[in-house]
């Protein structure tokens, strides 16, 4: 059995994680995580040389990565203007889930009558580590809960809707790291994990549908009340 502190999820077969040379996969997270960690504000303007001065880098690896963010949402751009920082707000992470809830129902459908018994080892597999990781070390939940929904997804025909779908996850991703998961949210997790195997086993499609949209609106749900709170906390 894979060791967690081993285990790195990976998108979906045919689906490039950044679609970026190395350099500019580089830099682009780091801005990715200057953004999320709120080291670069809100409407802050992006200049190209300056950021390449901050990396070390020359300016293609730069505007390489500001492109890729602009594609996920992180960076806006502005005739005239230039780059500048997305607001990561509630509006932000909404908009992502709600779009999860519409896509995710329809390939998990089609997974379930698809599913060999080998897919449903592999579920069981991660499942199990999930399970024995407990959320005692968040980045290893993070990656093996992305692996557990890629299992469902990485063979689906429209490759299109897996690749949004796999942008889309690594935003939210990124953004929850800043929360802690309470223990309701581990409770369904565990819990929703488990329905959808029997799921998945019994062939009901249509449950596990109706499932994985509970579960993609709960796990949304979960991070824009700790963005509430934050926001609260900051207020008063």
């Known amino acids: 059995m894979t060791e967690t502190s081993e285990f790195k999820a990976q998108p979906p077969e045919g689906i490039d994680a ?9 830099v682009y997270q780091l801005i990715r995580d200057d953004i999320i960690e709120g080291r670069l504000a809100a409407n ?3 200049v190209v040389t300056d950021l390449a001065r901050r990396h070390g880098t020359s300016t293609n690896p730069v505007r390489e990565a500001l492109q890729l963010l602009r594609g996920e949402g992180f960076v806006t751009f502005v005739a005239n203007r230039g780059a500048r920082v997305r607001p990561i707000d509630q509006d ?9 809830v519409l896509i995710e129902p329809s390939l998990t459908r089609w997974f379930v009558n698809m599913a060999t018994v080998e897919d449903i080892a592999e579920l069981e597999r991660i499942q199990s580590l999930i399970e024995e990781n407990n959320f005692s070390d968040t980045v290893r939940h993070s990656e093996l809960d992305t692996a557990f929904h890629t299992i469902m997804y990485r063979k689906h025909y429209n490759r299109h809707a897996a690749e949004l779908w796999w942008k889309h ?6 953004v929850s790291r800043r929360f802690d998961f309470t223990l309701a949210r581990r ?11 029997a799921h998945v086993k019994a062939g009901r499609a249509n449950e596990a549908g109706e499932l994985i949209a509970r579960h993609v609106e709960g ?9 509430r709170a934050r926001n609260a906390a900051r207020a008063g």
Do not use: N
């Open 18 to 26: 950044t679609g970026a040379s190395s350099e500019g996969a580089s």
């Open 44 to 46: 802050e303007r992006l």
């Open 92 to 100: 932000f992470v909404r908009d992502i889930y709600e779009i999860g």
């Open 169 to 174: 996850r690594e935003v939210l991703r990124a």
């Open 187 to 197: 409770a369904a997790i565990l819990s929703e994990h488990r329905e959808l195997i």
């Open 219 to 227: 796990s949304g749900r979960h991070i824009l009340e700790h963005m």
